[in-house]
C-alpha cells in the first residue's frame, strides 16, 4: 500500500532525512514515532504530498506522490495534529466543503452520512465547529479526513490537549478505522501507540532505527525474559507441570506469597511466546491464577533505549536498522 525507497530530504546544508526506506501493507495499524527534531514530521508531511523530497521515492497503492500526486493524494486522509477547520462553518456544511474541494464522486448526502456516524458526530451535525469541544473538533477533523473513503489515514497527534475520556474514546475510534483503513498513526503517548499498533517504525536523527512490533523490539531489548504467574495450586505438581508446556525453557517457584498461592518464574525459548500456552494449561487443571505478568520492556523504555543510543549501539542491539534478520 505504501513504499518508501531511500527517502532523503535536504534543508540548505542540514540533511533532515536520511535514506529512510519502509514497506506498510493493506490494513496494517502503524506506530511512526521519533524524538522532536527527528525528521518524522517532514517524512509525514513528504507522505501526503504537502513536502518536497530530495531524493527517492514514495508511491501510494502504486501511485507516485510526485509523477502522479492527484491520483496518490485521493488515496489519503491526512490529520494534522492541529485539524484545519473552518469554525464558522457548522459540522456538515463543513464536511460538504471538504467533499466538494476533494472531488468526491460517491453520493453526497449518503456520504456524508456514513461518515457523520461512524465518527460519532451526527448529533452536533448542525452546530458551528467554533462552539464544539476539542474533543469533537479532533472528531470533525477525523470526519474530513474519511471524506472520499481513502484507503490510508495518516495520523498526527490525533489525542493531544484531549481529556483521558477523549483520549479512550478517538483510541477506540481508531481502531474500528483500522478494520477497513492502512493506518499511520504518530503519537508522544507511547501507551496509545503500544494499545492500538500493530508495528512500530522508529526515527532518530533522520535515519529509521527499528521497524518492528513492540514486542519484538522489547523482547530484543530485554536481556532476561521470564513470566511471573501467581497460583492457587500444589507448588510440585504445578512446578513439574509448567516445564510441560512447549516453548518453556525453564520454571522455578518463588515459594508461598499469600495463602495457598505460589508464585512461579517462568522462561521462555528465545522467540517463544507462550503466555496463552501456559493460561491454558492452568485453566486445563482447574487452577485459579491470581496474577499473571512478564519482566519485558514498555514501548516507553524501548523508545528511550533506542532514541539514546548510538550507531555502533543500535547495530549489537538489533541489527541492521531494527529489521528482522
Do not use: W
Amino acid at each position: 500500500m505504501i513504499n518508501v525507497t531511500g527517502l532523503s530530504k535536504r534543508y540548505g546544508g542540514y540533511l533532515a532525512v536520511s535514506d529512510v526506506s519502509f514497506e506498510i501493507k493493506k490494513g496494517e495499524i502503524v506506530g511512526f514515532l521519533g524524538p522532536n527534531g527527528a525528521g518524522k514530521s517532514t517524512i509525514m508531511n513528504i507522505l501526503t504530498g504537502y513536502l518536497s523530497m530530495t531524493r527517492g521515492t514514495v508511491t501510494i497503492d502504486g501511485y507516485d506522490i510526485i509523477e502522479d500526486p492527484e491520483k496518490a493524494k485521493k488515496k489519503i486522509g491526512y490529520l494534522p495534529e492541529i485539524p484545519p477547520l473552518y469554525t464558522d462553518m457548522k459540522v456538515r456544511e463543513y464536511l460538504e466543503f471538504i467533499y466538494d474541494l476533494k472531488k468526491v464522486k460517491f453520493p453526497k448526502k449518503p456520504h456524508i452520512d456514513e461518515v457523520l456516524k461512524l465518527v460519532r458526530i451526527a448529533d452536533v451535525q448542525n452546530r458551528l465547529i467554533k462552539n464544539l469541544s476539542k474533543g469533537y473538533r479532533q472528531r470533525v477533523g477525523f470526519g474530513a479526513a474519511l471524506i472520499g473513503n481513502p484507503d490510508v489515514l495518516i495520523l498526527d497527534e490525533p489525542t493531544v490537549g484531549l481529556d483521558p475520556k477523549q483520549i479512550i474514546e478517538i483510541r477506540n475510534l481508531i481502531t474500528r478505522l483500522g478494520k477497513n483503513h492502512t493506518i499511520i498513526l504518530s503519537s508522544h503517548i507511547l501507551s496509545e501507540v503500544q494499545a492500538v499498533c500493530e508495528r512500530i517504525i522508529i526515527i532518530n536523527r533522520g535515519k529509521l532505527i527499528a521497524d518492528d512490533t513492540a514486542t519484538n523490539l522489547a523482547n530484543k531489548l530485554s536481556k532476561e525474559r521470564a513470566l511471573f504467574a501467581r497460583i492457587i495450586c500444589d507448588e510440585e505438581n504445578m512446578l513439574q507441570t509448567l516445564k510441560t508446556v512447549s516453548g518453556v525453557k525453564s520454571v522455578r517457584s518463588m515459594g508461598k506469597v499469600e495463602t495457598g498461592a505460589f508464585e512461579f518464574v517462568i522462561e521462555p525459548e528465545q522467540g517463544k511466546d507462550i503466555r496463552q500456552a501456559v493460561f491454558e494449561k492452568v485453566a486445563a487443571m482447574g487452577k485459579t491464577m491470581l496474577s499473571f505478568a512478564d519482566n519485558t520492556m514498555t514501548l516507553e523504555q524501548v523508545f528511550l533505549r533506542l532514541t539514546d543510543a548510538t550507531d555502533e549501539e543500535l547495530e549489537n542491539m538489533l541489527g541492521d536498522k531494527g529489521e528482522e534478520e
